[in-house]
């Protein structure tokens, strides 16, 4: 059976292969004697085949497996002394007790999995829908001292600041997505339902009427004729916005479009800042080697910064420092390189670049409240102005037939 691996050299480059062996951990232990680590591995080609790796994927594609709770609740046992094949044991006991099937079979093959004699990380990473690379690798440089405590505490630590960031954007997005929503709604209200009533009421002024306020009734009496088309359209409107939501190359385009947006993309980048150098500081700190932490931190960043993080990350192979790189690349503030520097020089550059990321955050936060503030008053004065237009379209041709009276 073939198996397709991306390994991690001594020097810390990674190198991508294809390798032949009976099953997953052959082929990892075929790596190991090479001196090299497994970062990836995927059967190639294996369709059809069962591989203990497959089952709990599926298992862990259907289900919704909390991995912030896991992580706490392992680390709780780990640090009070009970081993890590005893903990999965323990937490599958747990969840079979709770009913909870999903995560019961995963916690169960996971204990199988260890007690074979796979590292922890090892049987994790065999889940890559469920458990992510940073987990993994983070617990691969702890089991080194076989200590997983710390790299368990930083973990959930790492969630929790970055989980944080991201509510803080979404809930500054809230607002004003509920009242576009609302007013979109009033608005198709006003035209399909209110408007071709003044329609009938109008229908004998013929050109008496002002142009806008014509094209107006035109518009509203169309939709209002056909509500089975007007709903089948705004359904199909709907879907394409969820679409969109869903297609990267869509939400990359829509990300770039947000970054031309003066105080927004302020935001943004240190939004992405902030998760690039949280990241960036949990590997570091597990002891994995720069460019292997900046390979593994690449996945999580938008296109647009993972081809500079490539850039980057290949300066740092030639020799050039990391603070110089991440500047050359546009990948640092001025903050956030003079944190870089002084962490290089103390020789605590991991904790430099949290300090770096703990900066950012509160950026990030600062710049959703104003966004906050501003962005909800500017739409409803947007929509009421556009609404208001619409009333006084329709109201428009009484004013004429009263001047004309008098």
């Avoid at 090299?36 to 298992?59: F, N, Q, Y």
């Avoid at 209002?224 to 969820?242: D, K, Y």
């Amino acid at each position: 059976m073939q198996f397709r691996v991306l390994a991690l050299c001594s020097d810390g480059s990674t190198r991508p292969m294809v390798v032949d062996a009976n099953d997953a951990v052959a082929a990892r232990r075929k790596i190991a004697q090479d001196g090299m680590s497994v970062l990836e591995l995927a059967p190639l080609g294996g369709l059809g085949r069962w591989s203990p790796g497959a089952a709990t994927r599926a298992i862990g594609a259907r289900s919704k497996f909390d991995i912030d709770l896991f992580c706490q609740e392992l680390l709780a046992l780990v640090t009070a002394g009970v081993t890590v094949g005893e903990a999965l044991e323990t937490l599958a006991h747990k969840e079979r007790k709770g009913k909870t099937t999903n995560s019961t079979g995963l916690l169960t093959r996971l204990h199988a999995r260890v007690r074979e004699g796979l590292p922890l990380s090892t049987a994790l990473a065999e889940n890559p829908d469920v458990f992510p690379k940073v987990l993994c690798e983070s617990l691969r440089a702890a089991e080194k001292t076989s200590d997983y405590g710390p790299a368990l505490e930083r973990f959930v630590r790492y969630r929790r600041l970055t989980r944080e960031v991201r509510e803080k954007l979404v809930a500054a997005s809230i607002y004003p997505m509920i009242l576009l929503g609302v007013s979109s709604l009033v608005l198709l209200f006003l035209v399909g339902y209110v408007v071709p009533r003044f329609a009938d009421v109008y229908a004998d002024m013929g050109d008496k009427l002002p142009t806008a306020s014509r094209a107006l009734l035109w518009i509203g009496s169309r939709i209002g004729a056909q509500p089975l088309l007007t709903g089948a359209a705004l359904v199909g409107v709907v879907a394409l916005i969820v679409a969109a939501v869903r297609s990267v190359r869509l939400r990359a385009a829509a990300l770039a479009a947000l970054h031309r947006v003066p105080r927004l993309k302020d935001v943004l980048a240190a939004a992405e800042f902030s998760r690039l150098y949280r990241t960036l500081a949990l590997l570091l700190h597990g002891g994995i080697p720069m460019v292997a932490a900046l390979e593994l931190a690449r996945g999580l960043l938008p296109l647009h910064l993972a081809r500079r993080l490539d850039a980057s990350m290949q300066s740092v192979r030639e020799g050039q420092s990391f603070s110089a790189s991440m500047q050359d690349q546009g990948l640092s503030t001025e903050v956030a390189d003079r944190f870089f520097r002084v962490g290089e020089g103390s020789g605590k550059l991991a904790e430099m670049i949290d300090r770096a990321a703990d900066f950012h955050e509160g950026e990030v936060s600062r710049g959703a409240d104003w966004l906050g503030r501003v962005i909800g008053p500017f739409l409803m004065l947007i929509m009421g102005v556009v609404i208001g237009l619409v009333v006084v379209l329709m109201y428009m041709p009484i004013f004429s037939l009263a001047e004309a009276i008098q």
